[in-house]
């Protein structure tokens, strides 16, 4: 009796001094619609999520024929940097009219005022967001049947590229028109200015700059565009020289010289005379348009 008493609050005590077990984990919220507001062929919507410091928008195109239930493929278009205000694919850049007659959803991202499109080493976290979670939120939602291609313009052509290199398999075509397509150091303080070591390490620059993911791009076609800087067709007379696009430029020409090294698929329209300015841009999407939607059918 004695020791069955003794083998009793032996275990007793050490039940009593376990670890009690962790509490359960607060799960994160998810992708948060804010607002939610119809256009002519789709939905403009306001976003919010934790892997953001800022909402975010993006503007769906639906294609003609489109209803709940059907399935489409999807092209992505990306944002420049500094006009997170609105989607100006479509406000500036008449996405909505080249689109109209393609049998895709047109989606149209912005990626921040200089998010780069990038998990900044301390700060927001764009690529996952939007790979993660918004896309297969918004295929989900308006039937995206898993053909993608991306596109984008200035800071937005490094996003197209980037994502698509860093995100195997899931891009079946992209295209730049003034991208950042050997972005530095220089670019990100550029942009990002005080919170560029923030937004890259730097360790993290070649793993984002395109010309350094060549190797991940050879397998789909590629569409490069960029002018030179001098006012151009499109400009009105009094443009003045733009050492910006005269830059991007550049980076482009390294870029098309490491894709062609490496044996990529790429269209290459470096057009001289042009500005970093939206008439070019839309010009290229327009030209663009059946590499980008071709592997699509």
């Given at each position: 009796?004695?020791?069955?008493?003794?083998?009793?609050?032996?275990?007793?005590?050490?039940?009593?001094?376990?670890?009690?077990?962790?509490?359960?984990?607060?799960?994160?919220?998810?992708?948060?619609?804010?607002?939610?507001?119809?256009?002519?062929?789709?939905?403009?919507?306001?976003?919010?999520?934790?892997?953001?410091?800022?909402?975010?928008?993006?503007?769906?195109?639906?294609?003609?024929?489109?209803?709940?239930?059907?399935?489409?493929?999807?092209?992505?278009?990306?944002?420049?940097?500094?006009?997170?205000?609105?989607?100006?694919?479509?406000?500036?850049?008449?996405?909505?009219?080249?689109?109209?007659?393609?049998?895709?959803?047109?989606?149209?991202?912005?990626?921040?005022?200089?998010?780069?499109?990038?998990?900044?080493?301390?700060?927001?976290?764009?690529?996952?967001?939007?790979?993660?979670?918004?896309?297969?939120?918004?295929?989900?939602?308006?039937?995206?049947?898993?053909?993608?291609?991306?596109?984008?313009?200035?800071?937005?052509?490094?996003?197209?590229?980037?994502?698509?290199?860093?995100?195997?398999?899931?891009?079946?075509?992209?295209?730049?028109?003034?991208?950042?397509?050997?972005?530095?150091?220089?670019?990100?303080?550029?942009?990002?200015?005080?919170?560029?070591?923030?937004?890259w390490r730097d360790e993290d620059i070649p793993k984002h700059s395109p010309t350094s993911l060549i190797a991940e791009l050879t397998g789909i076609p590629l569409y490069v565009a960029c002018g030179n800087g001098e006012p151009g067709p499109l400009d009105s007379p009094s443009?003045?020289?733009?050492?910006?696009?005269?830059?991007?430029?550049?980076?482009?020409?390294?870029?098309?010289?490491?894709?062609?090294?490496?044996?990529?698929?790429?269209?290459?329209?470096?057009?001289?005379?042009?500005?970093?300015?939206?008439?070019?841009?839309?010009?290229?999407?327009?030209?663009?348009?059946?590499?980008?939607?071709?592997?699509?059918?």
């Open positions: 009796m004695a020791l069955r008493l003794l083998l009793t609050l032996v275990l007793a005590l050490a039940v009593g001094c376990s670890t009690p077990p962790d509490p359960p984990k607060t799960q994160k919220p998810a992708l948060k619609v804010v607002n939610e507001k119809k256009t002519q062929r789709g939905v403009a919507l306001t976003l919010s999520s934790p892997s953001l410091e800022t909402e975010t928008l993006a503007e769906v195109l639906l294609p003609a024929g489109w209803k709940p239930g059907t399935t489409w493929p999807v092209l992505y278009l990306l944002e420049g940097c500094c006009h997170e205000s609105t989607i100006d694919w479509t406000a500036r850049g008449r996405a909505d009219e080249l689109t109209k007659d393609l049998p895709v959803i047109v989606v149209a991202l912005e990626g921040g005022h200089a998010g780069f499109y990038s998990d900044w080493a301390d700060g927001p976290q764009w690529e996952s967001f939007h790979v993660k979670e918004l896309i297969p939120y918004l295929e989900s939602t308006y039937g995206g049947n898993g053909k993608r291609a991306i596109a984008g313009f200035s800071m937005g052509g490094l996003g197209a590229f980037s994502y698509a290199a860093r995100q195997p398999g899931m891009f079946r075509a992209a295209a730049s028109f003034s991208g950042l397509l050997d972005a530095g150091r220089a670019d990100a303080d550029y942009l990002a200015r005080d919170k560029s070591h923030d937004l443009t003045p020289k733009d050492d910006g696009e005269a830059t991007i430029e550049e980076q482009n020409r390294r870029f098309v010289a490491a894709a062609e090294k490496a044996g990529a698929k790429v269209t290459v329209s470096l057009y001289g005379p042009g500005t970093h300015a939206w008439p070019y841009w839309t010009r290229e999407l327009e030209r663009a348009l059946p590499l980008l939607t071709e592997p699509l059918r």
